[in-house]
């Protein structure tokens, strides 16, 4: 079973300024709560128990309120990046935290209810390097296009590797959940800045390695831009997240 897992939370947040000129985007709240506590929630109802979170912009805010992690059940430790390193830069440079055994990678800005522990089984089933949870959208381009074969494998993102025929792929887009095994650190450049989908993941493919995607319409709020903020702080209030475990009557579609 995953027992670690890695927070993305150095970004900007430029698109929600200026409340993110004062407040880092990870803790905007959402339904009485920064966003963050609800991310780690998700965690750790999936069976996680390590945490490596990244900070950059106003990262000391994160720090002091989240601590150690012990109040969420959980051991929290910290990435701190100079400068900051994008996606795939910020999770090479967690790899002495992160250790050699597989691990998850989530938003700090966004969310899935859907079961941590069932895509974890499909990862370890398949055997892959990478699973993706994917989801269908009909502004699936706009995120950057992860297209599926008929067996759930990925083929390509954001159209790369570019020599792969589409013709017969599934479109979906990726709201942000990875399960990765340590040997990802091996196609990753240190100290670099670079992001994993549009760099690390079609070098792998190139390469032949499999990435599993995880097609499922379970729901998903982003907190983004401030149109995303208001409806995420709308959905959590009415009706919030509930994270099942996996059982024999889950299912994904």
Not at 28 to 48: D, N, T, W, Y
């Amino acid at each position: 079973m995953i027992r670690r897992a890695m927070v993305l939370a150095a970004g900007r947040g430029t698109r929600l300024a200026p409340l993110t000129d004062r407040l880092p985007k990870p803790l905007a709240p959402v339904a009485g709560r920064p966003m963050l506590e609800h991310v780690l929630g998700f965690l750790r109802a999936g069976g996680i128990e390590e945490v490596v979170i990244n900070l950059f912009h106003l990262g000391h805010l994160i720090e002091e309120a989240i601590g150690d992690g012990r109040r969420f059940g959980l051991r929290v430790r910290y990435s701190r990046e100079q400068p900051i390193r994008d996606t795939g830069g910020g999770i090479k440079a967690a790899e002495p935290l992160l250790g050699r055994e597989p691990f998850v990678v989530v938003n700090a800005d966004s969310l899935l209810e859907l079961s941590l522990r069932e895509i974890i089984a499909v990862h370890e089933t398949r055997g892959a390097l990478v699973t993706l949870a994917v989801r269908p959208d009909a502004e699936a381009a706009r995120y950057g296009l992860v297209e599926l074969d008929a067996d759930d494998r990925v083929r390509r993102i954001a159209g790369q590797p570019a020599e792969v025929d589409p013709r017969g792929l599934r479109p979906f887009m990726f709201p942000g959940l990875h399960v990765l095994e340590p040997a990802i650190f091996d196609w990753m450049d240190a100290g670099q800045a670079f992001s994993i989908t549009r760099v690390t993941y079609p070098r792998i493919l190139r390469a032949g390695c499999l990435v599993v995607g995880y097609p499922t319409t379970a729901r998903w709020l982003t907190i983004d831009t401030p149109e995303g903020l208001a409806a995420a702080d709308r959905e959590l209030t009415r009706a919030p997240f509930r994270f099942p475990e996996a059982g024999p009557d889950d299912s994904h579609s």
